[in-house]
């Protein structure tokens, strides 16, 4: 049976999801926690709870080792950093009943963990922001004068500080904000970095995407941001493809430098101060707005798959030259509503993406369950919001 396993399916699941089930893979989904919306797709064959491997990585290990042995020998594809990071960790226990699709422990570590990630790109020349770990506060508060305010206080380990603070970051403005953070941060141990902020607006934000064997590229993919939410240090809501050949050169060398095989997402930011492109991390897993490279042609899972299955990998197309917008209908509700309090200009540029070619992170014509789930998904979460105010 051609079959595989996405762990997690949230937006990013889902998009891998809809890529695989159209070449008729049979696939099982695995959820835990909110925003499962993927389990509603009409693609899966069966959908599974299980333990959220950022709670308890040694359950979830068991509850895929306890899957039934129909879906011995199928693609398991992580679509999210907690999935990855016990999946790769436990490689060896799994290749007995799976085809792992991810990296090796020792370089998933070095891009979950991004200090690590900073000082390779830095050591073959690919630009990044300046940054230190956070280790006490008086040469914390020195290298903050070096760099200036805002600078950014950005997690090495990032999906166990957005689960505990359910931000992405923390934006810095002062030396007072900086010592009340520091307080906290290293009372608890965690492990953060100071970085100096990169100016510019949510469109300065670039992503490349690829394929590699041996860390050479087999299929690329660019794309630049639109809004983020929040603004600034949050997950994208629009995103747009484009041919940044920049960027394709910088997202090449890293890949090099990696020795990275499967796919990638690499994002890099662009500095108005002088057109140079910085690295901001890099992803071993399909990305959340991984379903706008799908609609430009371009099937990043399946080439996972393949590779998995020891097939022959289908070729894809190079970048198509016309625009695509991705958009989070979710995500991007809030900023079409403050759109239309500011004025016919600011409404009419807010609403560009959605006049023009786009696809929708959950919402499909040929798949519209996800859809009810998110709105199902969404009532439930505000009301118990509402409640607990009260």
Same mark, same amino acid.
């Given at each position: 049976?051609?079959?595989?396993? =996405?762990?997690?399916?949230?937006?990013?699941?889902?998009?891998?999801?809809?890529?695989?089930?159209?070449?008729?893979?049979?696939?099982?989904? @695995?959820?835990?926690?909110? %925003?499962?919306? %993927? #389990?509603?797709?009409?693609?899966?064959?069966?959908?599974?709870?299980?333990?959220?491997?950022?709670?308890?990585?040694?359950?979830?290990?068991? !509850?895929?080792?306890?899957?039934?042995?129909?879906?011995?020998?199928?693609?398991?594809? &992580?679509? !999210?950093? %907690?999935? @990855?990071?016990?999946?790769?960790?436990?490689?060896?226990?799994?290749?007995?009943?799976?085809?792992?699709?991810?990296?090796?422990?020792?370089?998933?570590?070095?891009?979950?963990?991004?200090?690590?990630?900073?000082?390779?790109?830095?050591?073959?020349?690919?630009?990044?922001?300046?940054?230190?770990? =956070?280790?006490?506060?008086?040469?914390?508060?020195?290298?903050?004068?070096?760099?200036?305010?805002?600078?950014? @206080?950005?997690?090495?380990?990032?999906?166990?500080?957005?689960?505990?603070?359910?931000?992405?970051?923390?934006?810095?403005?002062?030396?007072?904000?900086?010592?009340?953070?520091?307080?906290?941060?290293?009372?608890?141990?965690?492990?953060?970095?100071?970085?100096?902020?990169?100016?510019?607006?949510?469109?300065?934000?670039?992503?490349?995407?690829?394929? #590699?064997?041996?860390?050479? &590229?087999?299929?690329?993919?660019?794309?630049?941001?639109?809004?983020?939410?929040?603004?600034?240090?949050?997950?994208?809501?629009?995103?747009?493809?484009?041919?940044? &050949?920049?960027?394709?050169?910088?997202?090449?060398?890293?890949?090099? #430098? @990696?020795?990275?095989?499967?796919?990638?997402?690499?994002?890099?930011?662009?500095?108005?101060?002088?057109?140079?492109?910085?690295?901001?991390?890099?992803?071993?897993?399909?990305?959340?707005?991984?379903?706008?490279?799908?609609?430009? %042609?371009?099937?990043?899972?399946?080439?996972?798959?393949?590779?998995?299955?020891?097939?022959?990998?289908?070729?894809?197309? #190079?970048? &198509?030259? $016309? !625009?695509?917008?991705?958009?989070?209908?979710?995500?991007?509700?809030?900023?079409?509503?403050?759109?239309?309090? $500011?004025?016919?200009?600011?409404?009419?540029?807010?609403?560009?993406?959605?006049?023009?070619?786009?696809?929708?992170?959950?919402?499909?014509?040929? !798949?519209?369950?996800?859809?009810?789930?998110?709105?199902?998904?969404?009532?439930?979460?505000?009301?118990?919001?509402?409640?607990?105010?009260?």
């Amino acid at each position: 049976m051609r079959s595989a396993i =996405v762990a997690c399916c949230s937006k990013a699941g889902l998009a891998v999801i809809r890529a695989l089930g159209e070449h008729g893979i049979a696939l099982l989904g @695995l959820c835990f926690g909110r %925003g499962q919306v %993927g #389990a509603a797709s009409r693609f899966l064959r069966e959908h599974r709870w299980c333990t959220d491997p950022s709670e308890d990585e040694t359950a979830f290990i068991n !509850d895929l080792l306890e899957l039934d042995a129909e879906w011995n020998g199928s693609a398991l594809i &992580p679509t !999210d950093d %907690g999935t @990855l990071v016990a999946i790769s960790r436990h490689r060896q226990r799994l290749e007995g009943r799976f085809r792992v699709v991810c990296e090796p422990w020792d370089t998933v570590v070095n891009l979950i963990e991004k200090d690590r990630t900073y000082a390779i790109a830095e050591r073959h020349g690919i630009p990044c922001p300046r940054l230190r770990l =956070v280790s006490n506060e008086e040469e914390t508060l020195q290298f903050a004068a070096e760099i200036g305010y805002p600078c950014l @206080l950005k997690p090495c380990v990032g999906h166990l500080f957005f689960k505990r603070h359910r931000q992405k970051m923390l934006m810095v403005k002062s030396e007072k904000e900086l010592r009340e953070h520091l307080k906290t941060i290293l009372n608890h141990g965690e492990k953060i970095m100071l970085c100096e902020y990169i100016p510019g607006g949510d469109s300065c934000g670039i992503n490349y995407n690829s394929f #590699a064997l041996a860390g050479e &590229p087999v299929a690329e993919f660019t794309a630049a941001k639109v809004r983020n939410r929040p603004t600034l240090i949050g997950f994208p809501t629009v995103v747009r493809s484009a041919a940044i &050949p920049d960027v394709k050169e910088l997202g090449r060398a890293m890949l090099r #430098a @990696l020795k990275l095989n499967d796919f990638s997402c690499m994002e890099f930011k662009r500095d108005p101060r002088d057109g140079v492109c910085k690295l901001m991390e890099v992803n071993a897993r399909h990305n959340y707005s991984g379903a706008l490279a799908h609609a430009c %042609g371009i099937n990043f899972p399946l080439l996972s798959f393949e590779r998995a299955m020891g097939q022959s990998l289908s070729a894809m197309p #190079a970048q &198509p030259s $016309r !625009d695509m917008f991705w958009i989070d209908e979710e995500r991007d509700l809030r900023h079409m509503l403050a759109s239309l309090t $500011r004025g016919k200009s600011a409404a009419f540029s807010a609403l560009n993406p959605y006049r023009a070619p786009k696809v929708f992170a959950v919402s499909r014509k040929d !798949d519209l369950a996800p859809s009810l789930a998110l709105m199902k998904s969404s009532v439930s979460f505000a009301l118990s919001r509402q409640r607990a105010k009260h």
